[in-house]
């Protein structure tokens, strides 16, 4: 079975996503948007999980933790129950770390399997039992936890929000000039048994430190690869993973570069996706390095879905950005045979180019991924809305193998050409003529391309809007 991104089933919304191996699975923690939702994480914790020799093989392990089964109830704080984090303890359990948007602390709830039914365990807290976030010196706003066990036994909680302005949850202006922050666990995983120590650096302490231009903002998650301490973090461009490295768990980090743009910014002279906010992490798998990360969906940035990479470790122990790719966890390009359907394009954007995607989707002539039905419904389809002049969908990468053909199924009041490349600034490889139709239809034309590797991109030339549903190959 091919592995496609966004990996998990296109119904499924998960961002934050913190992928871990336990047992011989792959465990994906992550929030839980709403297909079409107002706000973030409006739904409650689900668990996928994959054995790490088939990462295409995704199975849904359930509800794993409901805002109904925290002390809180259902009350505001609870509206935004947001990217979570998990570690195996020392006693065998699972403990699963989340923060309540407006509430600005972090509680636990545990459970004897990876993704069974947690049950509440308690809040993080100091010494003298104030919850942290709560106390002096430091202690600011609790936001984004990533907890982790060293070989030595020892764990660590990574928190920290590093906006400069106004927080989207409380709407106070950030308490947190400091940056990332890390410390050490008691072995009751709830109590703070070091200092806080600064992790990563903020807009406002990075002057002269590397971190310029790539600041921490949110999504701190700690990894250790090869006896070095990897701290993988959302930066102030939000649209893009970062990661800075140390040789000791409460750093200070060393800003590493860039892991994974939802955009492919930093590979490309311009952003060649619409961008929004990500957050993820690095896994080692089978003896291979993967980013997981979640790109936008639905013209808005509150139903993301989980994608991921393979990344490429170099000999000195850094990191080369990944590119954002269609084919992700496939262990290599799709077969160009049969069907391939157009929300796994990984570059989308318009004539006028990408937005950065806020709470509305942008009016105008922007293509956006979107499904039929409703949130959670398990047979809708997901394709590409708003299809216009200039528009472009990029797929990466496919196999041809004797392909004469190719056509795209799509529905909609235009007429023009569907020009198909080889490459972004590629040779034109099809020319596929597009014509009003009610229903979904298909259009095909001759293929003239080489055997071998290579991305698609499909740009449409012409008036109208149309759905871009699926490529067909012959
Ligand atoms: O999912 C809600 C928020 O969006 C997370 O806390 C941030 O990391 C960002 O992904």
Request: one cysteine or more; hydrophobic letters at 30%; proline letters at 5%.
């Amino acid at each position: 079975m091919p592995a496609y991104n966004p990996f998990l089933p296109s119904w499924e919304y998960v961002p934050d996503g913190e992928p871990h191996v336990f047992g011989g699975r792959v465990y994906l923690y992550g929030s839980h948007d709403r297909f079409n939702g107002r706000e973030f994480c409006r739904n409650d914790y689900v668990c996928w999980s994959a054995p790490v020799d088939d990462l295409s093989d995704w199975r849904f392990e359930g509800y794993i933790w409901k805002k109904s089964d925290d002390p809180d109830g259902r009350g505001w704080y609870l509206s935004q129950m947001a990217a979570p984090d998990a570690v195996r303890g020392a006693d065998g359990r699972y403990y699963l770390y989340y923060f309540k948007g407006q509430r600005g602390t972090i509680d636990v709830a545990v459970c004897d399997t990876p993704a069974g039914k947690y049950r509440y365990y308690g809040r993080v807290r100091h010494a003298d039992g104030t919850p942290l976030g709560k106390g002096r010196e430091k202690d600011f706003y609790q936001f984004d936890p990533g907890v982790f066990r060293d070989d030595d036994g020892k764990f660590y909680l990574y928190t920290g929000f590093g906006a400069s302005g106004r927080s989207i949850f409380t709407g106070f202006r950030s308490p947190n000039k400091y940056g990332a922050m890390g410390c050490e666990l008691a072995e009751d995983m709830l109590t703070i048994r070091s200092p806080l120590h600064t992790i990563a650096r903020t807009r406002r302490n990075s002057r002269g430190t590397g971190y310029e231009g790539h600041e921490f903002f949110e999504a701190s998650s700690m990894r250790k690869f090869g006896g070095r301490y990897y701290f993988i973090y959302s930066s102030v461009n939000g649209h893009e993973l970062c990661y800075a490295m140390s040789d000791s768990p409460l750093g200070e980090f060393t800003y590493g570069g860039t892991l994974v743009s939802i955009g492919d910014v930093g590979l490309s002279e311009k952003p060649l996706n619409y961008l929004g906010n990500t957050h993820g992490s690095i896994e080692r798998i089978g003896g291979k390095y993967y980013v997981f990360y979640h790109r936008q969906t639905n013209g808005h940035c509150f139903s993301r879905q989980a994608c991921a990479e393979e990344i490429h470790m170099r000999e000195d122990g850094t990191f080369a950005q990944a590119e954002v790719t269609s084919c992700g966890l496939n262990g290599g390009p799709l077969a160009a045979r049969g069907r391939c359907e157009a929300r796994v394009a990984c570059h989308l954007f318009s004539k006028k180019g990408v937005r950065f995607y806020t709470f509305k989707r942008p009016a105008g002539c922007h293509p956006y991924f979107t499904q039929s039905g409703k949130d959670r419904e398990c047979d809708p389809d997901q394709y590409i809305a708003n299809f216009c002049d200039g528009a472009t969908a990029g797929f990466k990468y496919f196999r041809f193998a004797g392909n004469a053909r190719i056509g795209v199924t799509v529905c909609g009041r235009a007429r023009g050409t569907m020009r198909v490349r080889d490459g972004l600034y590629g040779q034109e490889v099809a020319a596929i003529p597009i014509a009003p139709c009610r229903q979904r239809t298909q259009f095909f034309a001759p293929l003239h391309i080489e055997d071998g590797v290579k991305p698609l991109y499909f740009t449409f030339a012409g008036k109208g809007r149309f759905d871009f549903i699926d490529i067909r190959f012959d």
